[in-house]
């Protein structure tokens, strides 16, 4: 077969794809500072996460922010109250696996959470007045780009025939007989 002839059997498809890929674990420490000096921390919690992300060079840069809610007692554990405060984060994750037959600059990026910001940790601070709040979250980035992809093709086109030998077989009575009515029953009594 000639060059000529192997090329005929392949056709080139432009599509879009996974073009690259990343996953980032991280752990932040904040440093919280309620109104009272607190006595003791009775709880900590993380809502209202928001993020967006954008692709910069090699990497995907996720920037975000959530509230930190922390429980605490004050006054000799005679009081309690919760202080909030809204953290702001940027996370790069490095792209592993990237295509570089991009075709176009036009990329969208994707983000997911694998981990939502969570509170690992929420301890009193060597000074007494601040807290120190551990928070783990963990991201997984996708870029899709437009890629070129080949495949190949069959030179006698679709065999229409086989499809019909595959799917058409006929199904002769004698052959429900042979079916068991209780098969997907099976022994309900073990």
């Not at 904040?30 to 000096?37: A, L, M, Q, V």
């Not at 570089?100 to 007494?128: H, K």
């Not at 807290?131 to 963990?138: H, S, T």
Request: hydrophobic share 30%; glycine share 6%.
């Amino acid at each position: 077969m000639s060059a000529s002839d192997k090329e005929a059997h392949y056709r080139e498809i432009i599509t879009k794809a996974v073009c690259g890929k990343g996953r980032k674990f991280s752990e932040t420490k904040h440093c919280i500072t309620p109104g009272d000096k607190p006595t003791s921390i009775l709880g900590c919690w993380i809502i209202n996460h928001k993020y967006v992300s954008k692709k910069k060079g090699d990497a995907v840069e996720v920037k975000g922010n959530y509230d930190i809610n922390i429980w605490y007692s004050y006054s000799g554990n005679t009081k309690t109250s919760v202080a909030t405060e809204t953290v702001n984060y940027t996370d790069v994750v490095s792209l592993v696996m990237q295509d570089s037959d991009i075709l176009s600059e036009d990329l969208e990026v994707i983000a997911r959470t694998i981990q939502q910001p969570n509170t690992l940790e929420a301890v009193i601070g060597s000074n007494g007045n601040d807290v120190d709040v551990q928070v783990e979250r963990e991201f997984l980035v996708e870029v899709i780009g437009e890629t070129k992809i080949s495949v190949q093709v069959n030179p006698e086109g679709t065999s229409d025939q086989w499809d019909e030998n595959l799917w058409e077989e006929p199904i002769e009575d004698e052959e429900f007989e042979d079916l068991d009515p209780n098969f997907l029953m099976g022994d309900l009594e073990e």
